[in-house]
């Protein structure tokens, strides 16, 4: 069953506490990104990955990090650096990033993070 | 600062019924559009997309149509199941950019039976 998993889905950390959310895709696509949802908001690109051992910075990366040392998974880290990390965060994998406008994006069920 | 707008938060709509939902951009560099649908604590699912050299594009019940002049795209959805009910947001990306996408803050579509 190819698809994108993301886990776990709920996760409950202490302020000051880095976070890493996991992200494994099955698809063989070659570029993966994190966004972050919060409420009554669209999604916000925090960092992408085109392609292994590469990636770049997205709208909102500050107080995030992110490592693309497989093709398959892509974590990101929440540092205590991230002022505001309570929020939904999804992962999403396309087959060529950048490298066509039909390259759609395809997203997996998403990780609420609360930080208490 | 939002490049792309999705000006209503929600919608009801009669089952049976059309349902459009608008968008508007201001980002002339976009030249994709896409619309995603999402359940409440669940990833958006894709749903249908128009590039800047067509002005519509169907699939089955769901069309999208894009007016460049106006920097304006909407889905319609004809007709419209309680099953459509949904956060529908609206996505732009440009080459230049490497097709990162933008999203719109989304509309909340209740389809009534």
């Known amino acids: 069953d190819g698809g994108i998993t993301q886990s776990p889905k709920y996760l409950f950390r202490k302020e000051g506490q880095n976070v890493t959310l996991s992200c494994e895709q099955n698809?063989?696509?070659?570029?993966m990104y994190w966004y972050r949802q919060d409420p009554g908001q669209g999604l916000r690109l925090i960092y992408y990955?085109?392609?292994?051992?590469?990636?770049q910075k997205g709208d909102i990366a500050e107080g995030y990090s992110v490592s693309r040392e497989k093709k398959e998974s892509f974590p990101l880290t929440v540092t205590s650096a991230q002022k505001n990390p309570t929020a939904f965060y999804l992962c999403?994998?396309?087959?060529?990033?950048?490298?066509?406008?039909?390259?759609?994006?395809?997203f997996g069920p998403g990780t609420r993070l609360t930080v208490l | 600062d939002q490049q792309v707008k999705q000006n209503s938060p929600s919608l009801s709509v009669q089952e049976g019924r059309i349902s459009i939902l608008n968008c508007d951009y201001t980002?002339?560099?976009?030249?994709?559009f896409l619309w995603y649908k999402k359940y409440p604590a669940e990833g958006p699912t894709f749903l249908i997309s128009?590039?800047?050299?067509?002005d519509k594009n169907e699939d089955g019940r769901f069309t999208v149509f894009l007016n460049k002049s106006a920097k304006h795209l909407s889905l319609h959805i004809v007709p419209s199941q309680p099953g459509d009910s949904a956060v529908y947001f609206c996505?732009?990306?440009?080459?230049?950019?490497?097709?990162?996408?933008?999203f719109g803050k989304g509309t909340s579509l209740l389809v009534t039976p």
């Open positions: 999403a994998s396309s087959i060529k990033g950048g490298y066509g406008p039909t390259d759609t994006q395809y």
């Open positions: 698809l063989n696509h070659d570029a």
């Open positions: 990955s085109q392609i292994v051992n590469d990636f």
């Open positions: 980002n002339s560099m976009f030249d994709y």
């Open positions: 128009i590039s800047s050299i067509k």
């Open positions: 996505a732009a990306s440009a080459s230049h950019s490497g097709y990162a996408l933008n």
